[in-house]
């Protein structure tokens, strides 16, 4: 099992770009979840998926989008780049109310 | 809404030392998860613990013991006998039952000197 993986691992973006983070899993889970990571701060619920075709809004959503056409995979959208969506992104997955698990993390950079 | 505070943001002991990371949380909800993860410097997150809000029993696992206590909202760690090798950011975490909502404290740093 590969677990989680994202790509890419690193990426620097010039703001109004655009771009996706990719996410997926083998572990046939149905939830899903994408976390930004900034320091002093914690993690902080971005977008969250129940299961293929199902996604809802998390703690700060505005400035991603995200689908679920597939239990797998689970890719994060950045409409047009903004230098304050510079962090580290997590995915997670995990089955209901289980702990989830995270990828290894993607450090963007918005210049 | 949800809350965690991790009120250290950094401790430093000395190995062999003992050390408790705090932990207290806000919910409205009677049913959630409470969980600790630890990030050590090669920056991944590595799950430490699950404890569901029925079950008040504190949990140990080698060196490290967890003190759930409802009343007081709090959800502490322990480290007996730290080791370099604990050095790393620990989270505290909160979610419903479903895990739709989950919210992790700040994080606090532990050095471990030898």
């Known amino acids: 099992n590969a677990g989680v993986t994202q790509t890419p691992k690193f990426q620097v973006l010039k703001t109004g770009q655009s771009m996706t983070l990719q996410c997926a899993q083998d572990?046939?889970?149905?939830?899903m979840s994408w976390y930004r990571q900034d320091p002093g701060m914690g993690l902080r619920l971005i977008h969250y998926?129940?299961?293929?075709?199902?996604?809802d809004q998390g703690e700060v959503p505005n400035g991603y989008n995200v689908s679920r056409s597939t239990t797998e995979d689970f890719p994060l959208r950045l409409l047009s780049a903004a230098p304050s969506q510079t962090s580290v992104y997590f995915c997670a997955s995990s089955y209901s109310g289980s702990e989830q698990f995270f990828g290894p993390g993607t450090r963007l950079t918005v210049l | 809404a949800q809350k965690v505070t991790q009120a250290q943001t950094e401790i430093s002991v000395v190995e062999k030392e003992d050390v408790t990371l705090d932990c207290v949380y806000e919910?409205?909800?009677?049913?959630?998860?409470l969980f600790w993860y630890k990030q050590p410097p090669s920056g991944e997150l590595v799950f430490l613990i699950r404890r569901n809000s029925f079950d008040e029993q504190n949990e140990i696992s080698g060196r490290y013991s967890w003190n759930f206590q409802k009343s007081t909202s709090s959800f502490n760690f322990t480290i007996t006998a730290s080791q370099v090798v604990d050095s790393a950011v620990y989270f505290c975490a909160l979610s419903d039952f479903n895990n739709n909502d989950m919210r992790f404290g700040a994080g606090t740093r532990l050095t471990v000197k030898p």
């Open positions: 919910t409205r909800d009677t049913t959630y998860y």
């Open positions: 572990m046939n889970h149905e939830y």
């Open positions: 998926s129940v299961g293929a075709g199902i996604t």
